[in-house]
């Protein structure tokens, strides 16, 4: 599990791929306004989207009838029409969105199990900015160790438009076999290989709000649907109110569903599957940024 869309660990990441006005429909936001792509421009050696190393279509059978597609656990409502189209003068330096507030020098410490093993998550808002699509982007580390060791060490890439929406930009996956790396799997780039930015945390997160978090088809294609606002929770490192609940699911991975709650100038504060899995962690620390 991990304060981001889970896409290395279910096999799979959200896909966009609709107009940015099907976009702010789904999210509740405003206009953008007029918007432009920009290539990729960055010091950092450019992420190369990798396939799933695992994946394997079996040959279909010639008498098996064919099975009914099961409906989505999360309509993001675009009729699978995503492609947004982002313009750089629309974003701002800051991500001060109240859900998912991420300044420089931030830090989370997250510890709970996950399928039967101790689990720890240490995410951490770097002072370095990455450029996708023309777009400075904040870079933030994410660390998970299970059982006392690292398996995944992950930078991902976000920014904020200037009506507060949370963008998500891609991420640089590591993951990690008594203390060898095994994978990159799960790694993109908006722009690179025909992936594109999803949002991550919508600026008003209403009931029933769906987005697509990140779209490279079959590959990073996860959702979120708000299905709880105004709520109270209690974690090892404190006690919120007016906190929000999302439904986190991928069609790459359907039987599995995770819920995250929100708390406002927080951001993540608890995680847990409801289903294709057994696991949560909760917030055990958090310093706020600069």
Request: negative net charge.
């Amino acid at each position: 599990m991990s304060i981001t869309p889970n896409n290395r660990r279910s096999g799979g990441t959200p896909a966009r791929s609709t107009t940015l006005a099907l976009v702010l429909a789904a999210v509740g936001a405003g206009s953008l306004g007029a918007c432009t792509s920009a290539g990729v421009s960055s010091s950092e050696p450019p992420v190369t989207p990798v396939a799933s190393e695992s994946r394997q279509t079996p040959a279909p059978s010639e008498t098996a009838a064919p099975s009914p597609t099961p409906a989505p656990v999360i309509d993001p409502g675009d009729g699978g029409n995503y492609a947004p189209v982002l313009d750089p003068a629309d974003f701002v330096d800051r991500i001060d969105n109240p859900y998912l507030p991420l300044s420089p020098g931030a830090r989370w410490v997250y510890e709970g199990t996950s399928d039967g093993a101790t689990e720890r998550i240490v995410v951490t808002v770097t002072d370095k900015r990455r450029t996708i699509l023309g777009i400075s982007a904040i870079v933030v580390r994410d660390t998970v160790s299970t059982d006392g060791q690292v398996t995944e060490d992950t930078y991902d890439w976000f920014a904020q438009d200037r009506d507060g929406n949370v963008w998500y930009l891609g991420e640089s996956v590591k993951d990690f076999e008594n203390g060898v790396l095994t994978s990159t799997a799960g790694s993109w780039e908006a722009g690179v290989g025909g992936a594109v930015p999803g949002i991550v945390m919508p600026a008003k997160p209403g009931l029933g709000t769906a987005y697509r978090q990140e779209f490279w088809l079959g590959e990073a294609e996860d959702m979120a649907e708000v299905i709880d606002v105004g709520g109270t929770r209690t974690v090892p490192e404190g006690s919120y109110n007016a906190t929000i609940t999302t439904r986190d699911w991928t069609p790459l991975a359907a039987e599995v569903i995770e819920e995250k709650v929100y708390a406002p100038g927080v951001g993540l504060i608890a995680e847990s599957h409801v289903a294709g899995g057994e696991g949560a962690v909760a917030l055990v620390q958090f310093r706020s940024g600069t």
